[in-house]
């Protein structure tokens, strides 16, 4: 027990003098830290490469979005349309006008509306009625004239009387197109809209 005693004492008496002598701890923990910080400053560069690339690769889809459109561009009624991906409805375009007409609610930034969902633009009230109507529209195939709420530039209530209609894309997208046929102020809404509200 005592052979074992001494020999660490020993080791820890030469480990001691080397430290003091030659700093070898020292320096071995800066080596370590330099190259740990090196690869940790790699890898936070390709972290930005990789940011900077998908933020490109994610405009360019998005101006590539309002090519695809372009028929619409010049359309005189506010146009939409969004994608069906697993259960939930992606804003993909929005034409000028429905920007002039219902830009209030995302501050006139067609950008701000684009790659969300109905519950992320339209809060959790209005995103799921929006939610049924394009759900509706996506399964049956049938188009759907509706009346759904949203508010004005005062935040006052207000009913916009739609269509929607169903776009399947090369057999695998489903893209829900909409169009605002009407504003009508709560007090103009006649009996026949205020059934097809419920």
């Given at each position: 027990m005592r052979d074992i005693k001494k020999r660490s004492r020993n080791f820890l008496f030469i480990v001691s003098n080397l430290e003091k002598k030659h700093k070898v701890i020292t320096y071995v923990s800066l080596l370590f830290l330099t190259v740990s910080t090196y690869f940790l400053r790699t890898e936070n560069q390709k972290v930005k490469i990789d940011f900077a690339t998908l933020k490109e690769r994610n405009e360019s889809l998005t101006r590539n979005m309002v090519i695809f459109n372009r028929n619409y561009e010049n359309f005189p009624q506010p146009v939409w349309q969004k994608i069906k991906q697993g259960d939930e409805f992606i804003m993909k375009y929005v034409n000028p006008e429905y920007v002039?007409?219902?830009?209030?609610?995302?501050?006139?930034?067609?950008?701000?509306?684009?790659?969300?969902?109905?519950?992320?633009?339209?809060?959790?009230?209005?995103?799921?009625?929006?939610?049924?109507?394009?759900?509706s529209v996506s399964i049956s195939g049938k188009e759907l004239e509706t009346i759904e709420e949203t508010t004005d530039k005062d935040g006052k209530l207000i009913y916009i009387k739609s269509i929607k209609w169903r776009d399947i894309n090369d057999n695998k997208?489903?893209?829900?197109?909409?169009?605002?046929?009407?504003?009508i102020k709560p007090e103009d809404i006649n009996f026949e809209d205020k059934k097809s509200l419920n």
């Open positions: 002039n007409r219902i830009g209030h609610l995302f501050n006139y930034d067609k950008y701000e509306q684009i790659g969300k969902n109905n519950f992320e633009n339209f809060g959790p009230s209005y995103g799921q009625k929006y939610q049924e109507n394009d759900m997208d489903t893209l829900v197109y909409g169009m605002i046929k009407d504003f």
